[in-house]
């Protein structure tokens, strides 16, 4: 399969903790990209990483990537309850390519 | 201003009828996606244009015809319709060649909820 897998499927948090999602994938990329979801809503994006960068921040956002492990992680410090969404990792690849989602993990931050 | 605005937002029809599905973007991209989600939120990637001219075409029937007037539209039609097309359709847009070369982002509309009955 072309397209990344997410892990946890769902995660229920408490406010104030942090969240970890993970992006597993087989394919070769030039980068891997986060998105959220909102019920309803169309997708949002989050935070790009490159092939060649191991890990980036953006306000309570952390990802990591592992190319030699072709996985990503994305972190959500000191949740919130506006952050309860679904959230897709995206691979982008070659040239001409679109972006092939995985199946999302749903976050539920309760207050 | 919507970056990216897809007509209707609802659209509920019976079998076997065509219906259209308008996007329009503003923000001077080159290429535009459409993308299917279905009721397990799996997206997958149906078709995309890189200045008017077809560049994806995934397996997906050929009742469905994208269409793009300019760089700015990409609509799509659906003929005879079936209940399986049931989804929700959203339209993307990304600067330069797709999303992987230039490492570009893509920009989602509010998705267009399908039912057919």
């Known amino acids: 399969s072309q397209q990344g897998e997410e892990d946890p499927q769902a995660l229920s948090i408490q406010e104030g903790e942090n969240a970890t999602m993970n992006c597993s994938y087989k394919?070769?990329?030039?980068?891997l990209q986060w998105y959220r979801q909102n019920s309803g809503r169309g997708l949002v994006h989050l935070i790009l990483?490159?092939?060649?960068?191991r890990e980036k921040h953006s306000g309570r956002l952390r990802v990591t990537l592992d190319t030699s492990k072709k996985s990503s992680s994305l972190l959500i410090t000191a949740s919130r309850a506006a952050d309860t969404a679904s959230y897709f990792c995206?691979?982008?690849?070659?040239?001409?390519?679109?972006?092939?989602f995985g199946k999302g993990t749903t976050l539920s931050v309760s207050s | 201003d919507t970056a990216v605005s897809q007509t209707p937002k609802y659209l509920v029809t019976q079998m076997g009828n065509d219906k259209s599905i308008k996007c329009e973007q503003n923000l001077g991209h080159d290429t535009m996606y459409w993308y299917k989600q279905d009721s397990k939120k799996f997206l997958k990637i149906m078709f995309s244009?890189?200045?008017?001219?077809?560049?994806i075409n995934e397996t997906v029937p050929n009742r469905f015809s994208p269409k793009s007037p300019d760089k700015a539209h990409l609509n799509l039609h659906i003929n005879s319709l079936e209940l399986g097309d049931s989804a929700v359709y959203f339209c993307?847009?990304?600067?330069?060649f797709g999303t992987g070369l230039l490492n570009t982002e893509a920009f989602f509309g509010q998705g267009t909820r399908l039912t057919v009955v």
């Open positions: 995206a691979l982008g690849g070659q040239a001409g390519t679109a972006l092939i």
């Open positions: 993307a847009s990304s600067q330069g």
């Open positions: 244009y890189n200045n008017k001219e077809l560049i």
């Open positions: 990483i490159r092939s060649n960068e």
């Open positions: 394919t070769s990329i030039n980068n």
